[in-house]
């Protein structure tokens, strides 16, 4: 049998996986459950307007995200991404700004620079944080409770603990130290543009999966849209995918799909198993974004702000980013007891930078399993199962990163190599 790839799920990953592949002229069939490409990252359509499901943050070491959005967007077309260097605004008690130093000074210097702290604090913090970049041994069971136990409060409060939940996604007192740090050294241990921050143009679907998927159909690709695979049957020589109506033979399979949807399609393989008992020991994250209409003609001072005192750790301004004019997106990350009343305490917390005028309409969209909590000792395993025609890719698989943009991608590519590998 020639070579015949199915990718079930068109998230990041699954797009990734089935681009990489084609690009090497394998037949591929992309299965997508749900009308639109893009998973945990994809375009929300409400009332005739484009949102996304969840407001998105890319750093600049995001390095195989951006050269797959890059690649894919013609050279003369408008910035896909808004660049801005590290900044954190949280007015009127905070503000950290990395000057374009080389790495790491540009923290130092930033900490050293940080408005809202005393110098006690701010020697504090550049010795921690030079101690964490050069330290090889964070052990792997403990928290960032734990190894930023001996920082001011203040520091926690203000800068360590909002990083640990918007970098993980999981409190500090449940978060991996060893992953956080891994996320500090990408973002602060190499060049100095690793920190920036990359905020999306346009909307999540039409960044990467939309021209993906279409590149794929220019290579002889399929995509198959409302396409949920049902169940996999694993003979010696094929993979038989069912839908709820067709039945389709390939010679390899790539689950690209959220951990939490790999038991299903696992549970008829027995090869899976060790697979499926490893992701069984997962635990799940929500991330609350909120929408929030007020007159066009307001506006944020930037682009961004950081926030306190409330659910919400973000506060964006879609008007500047892209062009909604007088739409601002509040994220709550880490969002596990939620008030209903959640939006209204982040405008109230927004009210202490600024009086927005009255809200026109509000959209909340909670993701309730954002990503997986990511705890220390977390098994991740690799994108090579133990069944030789069966492979994985997703943000959970073995990778440098936590659950993010970049560790759907990476794995990916390195899912798409690993079969190519076997052919
Ligand atoms: C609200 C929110 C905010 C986030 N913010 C950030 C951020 O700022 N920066 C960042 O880097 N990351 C962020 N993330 C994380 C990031 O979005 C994810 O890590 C990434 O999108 C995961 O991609 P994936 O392809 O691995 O999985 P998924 O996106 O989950 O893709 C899996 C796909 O498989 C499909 N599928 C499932 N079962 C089947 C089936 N049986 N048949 C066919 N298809 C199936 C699903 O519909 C889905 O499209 C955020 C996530 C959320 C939810």
Known sequence: MNPRVAIVGGGWAGCTTALTLAEAGVAVTLYEASRTLGGRARAVEFEGRTLDNGQHIL??????TLQLIDRLHPAASPDQLWRLPLTLDQPPDFSLACPRLPAPLHLLAGLLGAQGLSWQEKFAAARWAHALLNNAGTPDQLTVSQITRDQPEKLNRLLWHPLCVSALNTPPEM?????FRDVIRSAFGGRNHHSDLLLPRRDL?????AP?????????GAVRLSSRVTALEAAA???TLRTLDTSTCHSHVVLAVAP??????????????????E????????????YVQYDPAFHLEKPLFALAGGPAQFVFDRGQIYGQAGLLAFVASAAANLSADWLGQAEAQLQRIVDPGPARWRKSIVEKQAT?????????????????RIFLAGDYTAGPYPATLESATLSGVQSARALLEKL
Not at 212 to 220: D, F, I, P, V, Y
């Open 205 to 209: 679907t039409a960044l990467f999966p």
């Open 175 to 179: 978060a991996s130290a060893r992953v």
């Open 59 to 64: 750093l600049g070491a995001y390095e195989q």
């Open 237 to 239: 020589d094929s993979i």
């Open 279 to 290: 992701v069984s020991s997962y635990r799940y994250q929500p991330i609350a974004t909120g």
């Open 260 to 277: 939490q949807h790999l038991a299903g399609l696992a549970a008829t393989v027995p090869e899976l198993e060790p697979v499926r008992l």
């Open 372 to 388: 997986y909590a990511c705890v220390p000792n977390q098994p991740r395993p690799s994108v090579l199962t133990p069944h030789p």
């Open 212 to 220: 993906a998927a279409a590149r794929l159909s220019e290579l002889g």
